[in-house]
């Protein structure tokens, strides 16, 4: 049930970009994004509602694709700030009950 | 203006104390959740109360009680704490059940020495 993220963990050099995946193997009513810089409290980025919207914050935007059952964080032009792990969340029924992927570790480098 | 807040932020107490945890969110929000990190990063869901009411309680050792005053506050007591207690554990808030963002304490990081 827990959705799968993937890459596990990703390298950039500042100004590149980075997408990340999290897929689940069931139907979704939503996805949410967070991420967590070490030694903090993760922090939310944004959620999507199942309709295949995508969403933006800052340049950072995320898609979800109903039928795949899949949604992607997309990382432009990444910053130095930008690093840290990133989760998703999924929510599969009315219980509302969040799901956590294992997340995934972006490092920027200069 | 702290919105979730999470007292206190380090623990380090010996196996077989009783401890407790205190969170308390100015939100007014009506969801409140305990999520245990271990050194892997996973986000583990211990406990989640909507107004008051427990609504989800995850496979956790009885050890682990929660208690809620109010909706803007909940505890979490630990009794006769083990070695495998020891990770971080956060606090969270949401404005409702439902497709709504959480916002989280800064953390308690738990040491069972």
């Known amino acids: 049930q827990q959705p799968v993220q993937s890459p596990q963990a990703v390298i950039l050099r500042e100004g590149e970009d980075a997408v990340i995946n999290c897929s689940s193997s069931?139907?979704?009513?939503?996805v949410h994004w967070y991420r967590q810089k070490h030694g903090e409290a993760p922090v939310f980025l944004m959620i999507?509602?199942?309709g295949g919207e995508q969403k933006g914050h800052e340049k950072i935007s995320a898609s979800f694709n109903e039928k795949k059952q899949q949604s992607s964080l997309y990382l432009t032009a990444s910053q130095l700030s930008y690093s840290g792990t990133y989760f998703c969340?999924?929510?599969?029924?009315?219980?509302?009950?969040?799901?956590w992927g294992a997340g995934t570790k972006l490092i920027i480098k200069p | 203006d702290t919105a979730v807040s999470q007292t206190p932020k380090y623990l380090v107490t010996q196996m077989g104390n009783d401890k407790s945890i205190k969170c308390e969110q100015n939100?007014?929000?009506?969801?409140m959740y305990w999520y245990k990190q271990d050194s892997k990063k996973f986000l583990k869901i211990m406990f989640s109360y909507n107004n008051k009411e427990l609504i989800i309680n995850e496979t956790v050792p009885n050890r682990f009680s929660p208690k809620s005053p109010d909706k803007a506050h909940l505890n979490l007591h630990i009794n006769s704490l083990e070695l495998g207690d020891s990770a971080v554990y956060f606090c969270?808030?949401?404005?409702?059940?439902?497709?709504?963002?959480?916002?989280f304490g800064s953390g308690t990081r738990l040491t069972v020495v």
């Open positions: 939100l007014g929000h009506d969801t």
């Open positions: 999507l509602l199942k």
């Open positions: 969270a808030s949401s404005q409702t059940l439902g497709n709504y963002g959480y916002t």
């Open positions: 069931k139907a979704l009513y939503s």
């Open positions: 969340g999924t929510i599969m029924d009315s219980n509302y009950q969040l799901i």
